[in-house]
């Protein structure tokens, strides 16, 4: 596609529920990140990866987030047993190699409640 | 880790003024990019410029990497500049971006 497409924009769970946040990265790009944001914060780097390989996951806040992206293109982060201080927006980005200008999707607002 | 620290933190200006931002890092980087993140959280690439000048319409960056800073001029201010501006440096050895403190910029009219 022309940018990175996040899915779904919005999303609401009970305080124990699991989520699961999809990321369309542009086509051919190689590298792929998450991004946590916090209410009047800049984003902070969650985990990388390079095709389908997951090279960097020292941002994953617990066991409880998971990410993977197993054809090398859509990505997907799990949150497990959600919990209030996840609440925040999720940003995923891509970039063609990690070298170059990554391009951020417009994110996901997770609300926990 | 890298230190991205970002001046000043809040900016109003009146429509049609002129503002600089500013962008110091603290250890040597081979990626730096400047964000606007606009009111509806989305983050719009202005520049990817990990050394030298670029200019993009009424904005313009320089980095200075020996130096360890970056700048971000805005010319001509318009209420649609409303938002926070970042730079995010990505630090030799490591495929990630570590954005900075943000400025948060109000344009009135």
């Known amino acids: 596609g022309a940018g990175v497409s996040q899915s779904p924009r919005y999303k609401v769970a009970k305080r124990g529920q699991d989520v699961a946040l999809r990321c369309d990265p542009i086509?051919?790009?190689?590298?792929l990140f998450w991004y946590q944001q916090a209410l009047g914060q800049g984003p902070e780097f969650l985990t990388y990866f390079q095709n389908e390989a997951q090279l960097d996951k020292s941002g994953l806040p617990s066991d409880r987030f998971f990410a993977e992206r197993p054809e090398g293109s859509v990505s997907t982060l799990k949150i497990q047993r959600t919990q209030q201080e996840d609440s925040a927006v999720y940003l995923c980005?891509?970039?063609?190699?990690?070298?170059?200008?990554?391009?951020f999707g417009q994110g996901t607002r997770l609300t926990v409640v | 880790g890298i230190q991205v620290e970002q001046s000043p933190p809040d900016l109003i200006l009146q429509e049609g003024a002129n503002s600089t931002l500013r962008c110091n890092f603290s250890d040597s980087v081979n990626n730096l990019q400047w964000f606007h993140q606009n009111p509806w959280g989305q983050l719009i690439n202005l520049f990817y410029?990990?050394?030298g000048t670029k200019q993009n319409g009424r904005l313009s960056a320089t980095t200075v990497a020996t130096e360890r800073y970056s700048l971000l001029y805005i010319s001509s201010s318009q209420t649609t500049d409303s938002g926070v501006y970042f730079c995010a440096v990505e630090r030799t050895g490591f495929q990630k971006l570590v954005f900075g403190t943000g400025t948060r910029l109000l344009v009135s009219p």
């Open positions: 410029i990990p050394s």
């Open positions: 980005a891509s970039s063609a190699t990690g070298l170059t200008e990554a391009f």
């Open positions: 086509s051919g790009h190689v590298s």
